[in-house]
């Protein structure tokens, strides 16, 4: 019964994670880069997560109490997964753009005008306060 | 149904190595250090799904407490890295 899901979801894990880094070599620039690696190696490593935890819930099921800590642990792990892997993406890509990488063939960058302006201010502010 | 899970883990696990291998390709070809990192947080992704993985593969749960504190610790790795290239090239001088 439950054999079929937990192959489903090894194979949409495969499948996923292959995407992932095929789109980490093929994209042009940092940004979408990170775009295709994060999004799908995340989705991926959760679906192979899901499998483990299905895995360990049929086990438990069929009577090998040991499988059940297996099925907990694994969700936690999905869910430290699901929590960090967008916060370190996010840290990257905000890194990247102040050490002023500009995405390829971008035409406009309003978010490095609008800093420009905001840090200078703040900057301004600052020296303000100090003198 | 009769299917050898553990022979199915071991194999998606397997699978994931070999493709942490590409994804490391990218850290030495990278042009930019941001793309070295991209790669870094690919790499620390895959092993932490193939812990999950071999802990089905050679029936130790604990594999996957070792895969949760893996997660944990890079994602702190990648937030230091991050905060170490605003200090180092960006305008937050």
């Known amino acids: ?131 | 149904m009769n299917v050898d899970f553990p022979l199915v883990f071991l194999f998606l696990s397997a699978y994931s190595a070999i493709l942490m291998l590409v994804a490391a390709l990218r850290g030495v070809l990278g042009p930019t250090l941001p793309d070295r990192v991209v790669s870094l947080d690919t790499i620390n992704t895959l092993v932490v799904a193939t812990m999950v993985t071999l802990a089905v593969a050679f029936k130790q749960i604990i594999y996957v407490d070792i895969a949760i504190v893996y997660a944990l610790l890079s994602f702190i790795t990648t937030l230091y890295i991050a905060k170490y290239m605003e200090m180092k090239m960006g305008v937050g001088k």
């Not at chain 1, 090894?10 to 995407?19: E, G, K």
């Open chain 1, 1 to 131: 019964m439950i054999e079929p899901l937990i192959l489903a979801c090894v194979a949409i894990s495969m499948i996923f994670n292959t995407l992932g880094v095929i789109g980490l070599h093929r994209f042009p620039d940092v940004y979408t880069r990170l775009h295709a690696a994060t999004k799908c190696t995340t989705f991926g490593s959760i679906f192979a997560t899901i499998a483990v935890a299905a895995y360990g819930f049929g086990q438990w099921y069929y009577g090998n109490a040991a499988y059940g800590n297996m099925t907990a642990h694994a969700i936690f792990a999905l869910l430290a997964l699901l929590i960090t892997n967008p916060t370190g993406a996010h840290a990257i890509a905000r890194a990247a753009h102040l050490s002023g990488i500009s995405p390829k063939r971008a035409v406009v960058d309003i978010l490095e005008e609008d800093r420009k302006k905001t840090g200078s201010k703040k900057r301004e502010e600052a020296k303000g306060v100090e003198s």
